[in-house]
């Protein structure tokens, strides 16, 4: 605890300065002094002890990002005295605490609520690192100033914005499924049912057994398998923490994540998450498809982007033993000119000829515009630059694709509705 000066108890002892001009002896400072730090004390020991003071939080433990939710502080006055209080609650900033400091009066064994307002503004856990309370004496000249014990934390889970997308891609999904069956052999689907054969059909698909039983040509319709296995890799690396419009890759890396994890729930195959970099970060594993994309969203809400390199071959392992042989792996990660120089090709291979191998990269929108740019000798070197990066990066893709992998490139406002859209292709062409 500590004691301190208010605005009115400094100013108190400016009205000593006209006795020092009419009595200008070696004594009479020493008087001033004396009396004014008397005062002080006496008005600091009649506030009530900051420990008196009892502080219970009703704090929100999760929020999505973008979204209001309030709490409060219960103060209990447990002294014989009125209690006049200055409380600081200090947040972080991002944790958009609209007022973090308050007065208030709380009279001897009443108890008082402060309301707060929360508007995070950062994906994540936000803390309060210090609740201060600063009690004053009844002349307001000093305070006493102590900690409370009221610990406070928030969860900020991503606001998952590609949620409005989930209905239509599940419609085309159900399409797939049974309204619209598909009548074509492949990997990934199992037998449905017998039909007789019309034009157009696939004449692999006919069941000569059944053909000779019934006298005319039949043929087996395809569905696509359930409970199948997904496993998404999302690269946490440097290159993950590029802005990209209102948030950074790794934001829109996560929204393409749960939207794929939404849409494959709901056609019953089960999936798996993986944040890695340099070693693994966050892995949901093993849940059920009924609680998968809630614990993504409390996973992933702290994970934030690393300054270092990604480990490819350490990627590669990881998911050699996390995917059994036919799962689908979707690796988020972005397809640039430097990655053939960090071991993405290579691993990419390998992962290819055990699984379907979706790479899904989140472009620069910011690319488009500066390949336009004619306008003065500036914007021409800009556009000049912005076409050799798209040169590069349709480089990786043929490259990515020559081995195996189907490339999903696209700006971070389509780039969850294309990974869908893949997804949905491949259960499509009976490859899932």
């Known amino acids: 605890m500590r004691i301190s000066l208010t605005v009115r108890g400094a100013l108190l002892g400016l009205l000593g300065l006209p006795f020092l001009v009419l009595w200008p002896t070696?004594?009479?400072?020493?008087?001033?002094?004396?009396?004014?730090?008397?005062?002080?004390?006496?008005?600091?020991?009649?506030?009530?002890?900051?420990?008196?003071?009892?502080?219970?939080?009703?704090?929100?433990?999760?929020v999505r990002l973008g979204n209001s939710i309030s709490g409060r502080l219960l103060l209990v006055n447990r002294s014989g005295r009125l209690?006049?209080?200055?409380?600081?609650?200090?947040?972080?900033?991002?944790?958009?605490?609209?007022?973090?400091r308050t007065a208030l009066q709380v009279p001897s064994g009443e108890r008082r609520a402060i309301p707060q307002r929360f508007t995070p503004t950062r994906r994540g856990e936000h803390s309060s690192r210090a609740l201060l309370i600063a009690s004053r004496g009844p002349l307001g000249l000093a305070r006493r100033t102590g900690p409370a014990e009221a610990p406070g934390r928030m969860l900020a889970l991503h606001p998952f914005g590609a949620r409005r997308h989930l209905p239509s891609r599940v419609?085309?999904?159900?399409?797939?499924?049974?309204?619209?069956?598909?009548?074509?052999r492949g990997q990934g689907t199992e037998f449905d049912s017998l039909r007789d054969f019309v034009d157009g059909d696939d004449v692999r698909s006919i069941d000569w057994r059944a053909t000779a039983r019934r006298r005319s040509v039949v043929v087996r319709t395809w569905r696509p398998e359930r409970d199948r296995h997904v496993l998404i890799v999302v690269d946490t690396s440097r290159t993950s923490a590029a802005r990209l419009g209102d948030g950074t890759r790794l934001d829109a890396a996560f929204d393409s994540a749960l939207l794929l994890t939404a849409l494959a729930s709901?056609?019953?195959?089960?999936?798996?998450?993986?944040?890695?970099?340099?070693i693994p970060h966050v892995s949901v594993l093993g849940t059920t498809r009924t609680t998968v994309l809630?614990?993504?969203?409390?996973?992933?809400?702290?994970?934030?982007?690393?300054?270092?390199?990604?480990?490819?071959?350490l990627t590669a392992t990881t998911i050699a033993e996390r995917a059994r042989r036919g799962s689908l792996v979707v690796l988020l990660t972005p397809v640039e000119g430097s990655v053939v120089h960090t071991g993405l090709l290579p691993v990419a291979a390998r992962v290819?000829?055990?699984?379907?191998?979706?790479?899904?990269?989140?472009?620069?929108?910011?690319?488009?515009?500066?390949?336009?740019?004619?306008g003065d000798l500036e914007t021409v070197y800009r556009a000049a630059a912005a076409e050799q990066a798209r040169g590069e990066r349709?480089?990786?893709?043929?490259?990515?694709?020559?081995?195996?992998?189907?490339?999903v490139d696209a700006p971070p406002d389509r780039a969850p509705q294309a990974l869908a859209d893949s997804y949905l292709a491949l259960k499509a062409a009976g490859r899932l």
């Open 83 to 100: 209690a006049r209080l200055e409380v600081r609650d200090a947040w972080n900033p991002t944790a958009g605490l609209a007022e973090q």
């Open 352 to 374: 290819a000829k055990d699984h379907p191998l979706v790479v899904s990269s989140i472009s620069d929108p910011a690319l488009e515009s500066y390949a336009s740019g004619r």
């Open 26 to 62: 070696w004594w009479m400072p020493l008087v001033l002094l004396g009396v004014w730090a008397a005062i002080l004390l006496a008005d600091a020991l009649l506030a009530p002890h900051p420990r008196r003071i009892t502080v219970r939080r009703e704090a929100p433990v999760q």
């Open 266 to 278: 709901q056609a019953g195959d089960r999936v798996d998450l993986l944040c890695i970099d340099r």
């Open 171 to 184: 419609q085309k999904l159900r399409e797939i499924e049974g309204l619209a069956a598909i009548h074509q």
């Open 394 to 407: 349709d480089g990786v893709v043929r490259a990515l694709e020559r081995v195996g992998a189907h490339v």
């Open 294 to 313: 809630n614990q993504m969203v409390s996973a992933t809400a702290d994970v934030q982007p690393a300054m270092v390199e990604t480990d490819w071959e």
